[in-house]
């Protein structure tokens, strides 16, 4: 079946270190991709987003992704995070442009003062 | 500031109980889905419209109805509640052009006693 995929639901950090969450899917042809992010008791809020061009996008709060065409996959990444990363994110996939997101299982990232 | 209200931020009903979860958004988006999010399983969709009168299944819509009357409001109707279906349920609408994602309501949790 189509999926998306995120590893490591669970992710423990320092601040300042880096962090990496992978997303891969299995969708054929074009796929627009998109990252949310769920901050402790609020609602889903977009980080950023791929459809085309640079497969190196840049989101809010340091946040970036890089797509793989090769490697189906859309990994998020920031250099140094703090303490206010905590949240949960999610990666999703809309195929063919279709206006229907798949989501991933999210990852639950945790980041000690 | 566009928004997508979810009329109730915690509910609470009984086994067999009818249940109504009401969302309306203030964007003239097209399309609206209903999604459910339960720990380590991410969102999952239960229902989508495109269009007023307009209703498609999701990946879980067993248990579940929606109505559209209105291009703005777009209801989730539990016929009979049971306690399975005790999850934080999510709507979200979107434009037809796909480039912009999905803008999320806050959520309601739901709890089926």
């Known amino acids: 079946a189509q999926s998306v995929s995120q590893h490591n639901h669970h992710v423990i950090l320092s601040e300042a270190a880096s962090l990496e969450l992978g997303c891969n899917y299995s969708?054929?042809?074009?796929?627009?991709l998109f990252w949310y992010v769920q901050y402790p008791g609020q609602h889903l809020q977009l980080l950023l987003k791929?459809?085309?061009?640079?497969?190196l996008v840049k989101g809010i709060k340091g946040f970036e992704a890089e797509f793989i065409k090769s490697k189906f996959s859309f990994n998020l990444r920031k250099p140094s995070v703090q303490w206010s990363d905590t949240a949960e994110y999610f990666c999703?996939?809309?195929?063919?442009?279709?206006?229907?997101?798949?989501f991933g299982k999210g990852n639950q990232v945790v980041v000690i003062p | 500031d566009v928004k997508v209200t979810q009329s109730s931020r915690y509910l609470v009903k009984r086994t067999g109980e009818k249940v109504f979860l009401e969302c309306v958004q203030d964007?003239?988006?097209?399309?609206m889905f209903w999604y459910r999010q339960d720990p380590g399983l991410g969102l999952r969709l239960i229902y989508f419209s495109y269009d007023v009168k307009m209703k498609e299944k999701g990946d879980i819509p067993e248990g579940y109805s929606v109505s559209r009357e209105k291009k703005e409001r777009f209801s989730l109707i539990l016929e009979s509640a049971s306690t399975n279906q005790t999850s934080m349920y999510l709507c979200a609408s979107s434009a037809t052009d796909s480039n912009y994602g999905y803008t999320f309501g806050s959520g309601t949790r739901l709890t089926v006693v």
């Open positions: 969708y054929g042809g074009t796929v627009n």
């Open positions: 964007m003239d988006h097209e399309n």
């Open positions: 791929y459809f085309s061009g640079d497969p």
């Open positions: 999703a996939v809309n195929p063919g442009g279709n206006n229907r997101l798949a």
